[in-house]
């Protein structure tokens, strides 16, 4: 358990780097459309779940990123002290911990962790739960819809068998913008991205910039949902989406729960509504290849340069000696 703890670890500190790239490149992008960045958090869900990476001599990621002195001298604890010594001349040589002074920080830190994942997954099953029971309570209104008076607020629900909640007291025409909002989620598999992401804040409770980017990308999500919503409309049904957004808002409960409709910051939503602009085609080209140039960038890892190492050990031996023997 405490050698999945160190793997698991080392990926986070490889994914909190790729998040903070993206967090600065979403700075960048803050007068473009939202779309682009809310793209970008994918490539953060993807180095968390893809369990190992290629090699490349391009990658951006920092070799001590990659593989941490630290945690790999934490993790040679599994090693017997009697086991005997390989020289390898191409190895990079590693500091090594005693196993006694690390074995209980380990222990220890693999045991708080366990407890921390299992208390957030019963919190998570307990909010999932009371969701769960509000659907059960709606009516079928349409093909995918449901209404009814335990829905606080609007979301979408579903990967296979997708589906629409609405509270009530809403209009015809309030009812046609959160329904088109909705759509453009569910078309975007955006439940399911949020599910993942927030599994995998669950798997890495322990680091705040992966939880700092859940939070950032839920902002993106819905921003860019927006937008594509409103993309053909005029001023005045921007207007009429805009006053529908603050009047489901006024009831939006305040809980952190993966499945659910998320408003994110309303005044900040409703500032874009009448902010943003069309992108040309150009301009989507250029996203398109720098998206891909970051996927290489931030999904490979630094090649191990091990020349350097072996032409040292071969000055060293003698015309006689080899690394053979």
């Known amino acids: 358990m405490t050698t999945f703890f160190v793997h698991l670890v080392q990926i986070s500190i490889q994914g909190a780097f790729?998040?903070?790239v993206i967090m600065a490149l979403r700075l960048l992008?803050?007068?473009?459309?939202?779309?682009?960045?809310?793209?970008?958090?994918?490539?953060?869900?993807l180095r968390l779940c893809l369990p190992m990476s290629f090699e490349t001599s391009f990658s951006l990621l920092p070799k001590a990123v990659v593989n941490s002195p630290f945690l790999a001298?934490?993790?040679?604890?599994g090693v017997p002290m009697d086991a005997p010594e390989v020289e390898k001349p191409w190895e990079v040589p590693v500091k090594k911990v005693d196993p006694t002074s690390t074995f209980g920080f380990l222990e220890g830190a693999t045991l708080l962790y366990g407890v921390g994942?299992?208390?957030?997954?019963?919190?998570?099953?307990?909010e999932h739960g009371r969701l769960r029971k509000k659907m059960q309570g709606a009516k079928k209104i349409g093909q995918g819809l449901y209404m009814g008076r335990?829905?606080?607020?609007?979301?979408?629900?579903?990967?296979?068998?997708?589906?629409?909640?609405?509270?009530?007291?809403?209009?015809?025409?309030?009812?046609?913008?959160?329904?088109?909002?909705?759509?453009?989620?569910l078309k975007r598999q955006d439940p399911l991205i949020k599910m993942v992401g927030y599994l995998m804040v669950i798997l890495h409770w322990f680091n705040p910039i992966l939880w700092l980017s859940y939070t950032l990308m839920i902002k993106d999500m819905e921003l860019s949902c927006d937008e594509r919503t409103l993309q053909?409309?005029?001023?005045e049904e921007k207007s009429a989406y805009a006053k529908a957004l603050l009047k489901i808002s006024q009831d939006a409960p305040k809980t952190l729960a993966a499945t659910a409709y998320s408003?994110?910051?309303?005044?900040?939503?409703?500032?874009?509504i009448f902010s943003f602009k069309k992108t040309t085609w150009k301009e989507k080209v250029v996203f398109v290849l720098i998206f891909f140039l970051?996927?290489?960038l931030l999904l490979t890892n630094p090649l191990e340069k091990i020349t350097g190492n072996v032409e040292k050990v071969m000055k060293e031996l003698t015309p006689t000696e080899s690394i053979f023997g």
């Open 18 to 20: 790729v998040a903070l």
């Open 29 to 45: 992008l803050t007068k473009r459309p939202k779309r682009y960045a809310y793209a970008l958090w994918l490539i953060v869900l």
């Open 73 to 77: 001298a934490m993790s040679s604890e």
């Open 117 to 126: 994942v299992l208390v957030l997954l019963l919190h998570f099953s307990l």
């Open 150 to 185: 335990s829905i606080d607020m609007p979301f979408s629900y579903g990967v296979f068998h997708k589906r629409i909640y609405l509270p009530l007291g809403l209009t015809v025409e309030e009812k046609a913008q959160i329904i088109a909002h909705e759509k453009v989620h």
């Open 232 to 235: 053909e409309a005029s001023k």
């Open 263 to 272: 408003l994110g910051d309303v005044g900040k939503r409703i500032q874009n």
């Open 294 to 296: 970051m996927l290489a």
